[in-house]
């Protein structure tokens, strides 16, 4: 890492999905040197040549010479693939490098990850995200990160330039243990906004005048104040797609086996999700519930 006015770091990052495209690009932004990889190669040339960066081939060739290595991809078998094996990515860091994901996965790959990791002599951090496509554009994600403390204090100032804030919750998995916090209660926020939103249709109200009534109070939440218009319009063309949304509830379910957790409404919630699939809506945003609740009257 090159000192200076600011900390310059050498950086590549695998995955440019809607999240992992936009946050790359702060990190270019932010003076950092970026080598990105996609299994699309053809993204990663369009990223490197809109942002000045470079890209490469495999994630092995991406992260050669790297102090940081960040991964935003689809799930468990996403990132087993870009870590591990011949051309992954472990198999090119250096030793006391530190690799960050950002993927939301479960406990179970985050723990095997992190002991091959250790075993290599690199830093592994759990940093899940949640903060959507226009936190991610905007640079103003809340990142939650579980892992060794003195690897964190080392990411913290890169993950600054996409985060809002950026906390260490604890040992290795705690990062992913906290985004399935955020995941089961935004089930239940979603839901219960849905319903306010058909009752006021059915009960004959004026949605818009209800919500700018009760957003003011107690009812008021973040789903509520960026969401309701949308809902109302029938516009489920954005956010955090109902498909990734099932992947990350089974997660959570999964979880709450082993930890003896009880998620009654998580587990209910995920079943309306189910609904909305086989309406069609696999890609649609989270709040399709709202638009289940319509098809069914």
């Known amino acids: 890492m090159r000192t200076g006015e600011k900390q310059m ?3 590549a990052f695998l995955g440019l999905g809607v999240m992992g495209y936009p946050m790359a690009g702060h990190l270019v932004e932010a003076g950092h040197e970026v080598c990105v990889y996609n299994r699309t190669t053809a993204k990663a040339e369009a990223w490197a040549k809109s942002h000045k960066g470079s890209f490469a081939a495999t994630p092995r060739e991406a992260v050669a010479g790297a102090d940081f290595v960040m991964s935003c991809v689809g799930n468990d078998e996403d990132l087993r693939s ?10 090119g860091m250096a030793a006391g490098s530190v690799y960050v994901d950002h993927t939301t996965v479960s406990a179970k790959v985050t723990a095997e990850l992190y002991a091959a990791a250790k075993a290599g002599g690199i830093a592994f951090v759990d940093a899940p995200i949640s903060g959507g496509q226009a936190g991610a554009e905007n640079g103003v994600l809340s990142v939650m990160c579980g892992g060794d403390s003195a690897a964190y204090e080392l990411a ?3 993950i600054g330039a996409y985060a809002r804030i950026c906390r260490r919750i604890g040992d290795s998995g705690a990062g992913q243990m906290t985004k399935m916090c955020n995941q089961i209660a935004i089930a239940g926020l979603v839901q219960g906004l849905s319903e306010a939103l058909h009752f006021a249709d059915k009960a004959g109200l004026d949605g818009r005048a209800v919500v700018e009534v009760i957003s003011q109070g107690a009812a008021g939440s973040w789903q509520m104040a960026n969401r309701y218009e949308t809902m109302l319009d029938d516009h489920f063309e954005h956010g955090f797609a109902v498909d990734w949304m099932r992947k990350d509830l089974g997660i959570c379910l999964d979880a709450a086996n082993d930890t003896g957790a009880s998620l009654p409404v998580t587990a209910l919630v995920d079943q309306f999700y189910k609904d909305v699939q086989k309406l069609g809506g696999g890609r649609w945003d989270t709040s399709s519930l709202f ?7």
Request: charged share 35%; hydrophobic share 35%.
């Open 156 to 158: 913290e100032p890169i």
């Open 291 to 297: 638009k289940r609740l319509k098809e069914q009257g």
């Open 82 to 91: 870009v870590c591990q094996g011949e051309d992954g990515a472990f198999a």
């Open 9 to 11: 770091a050498k950086i």
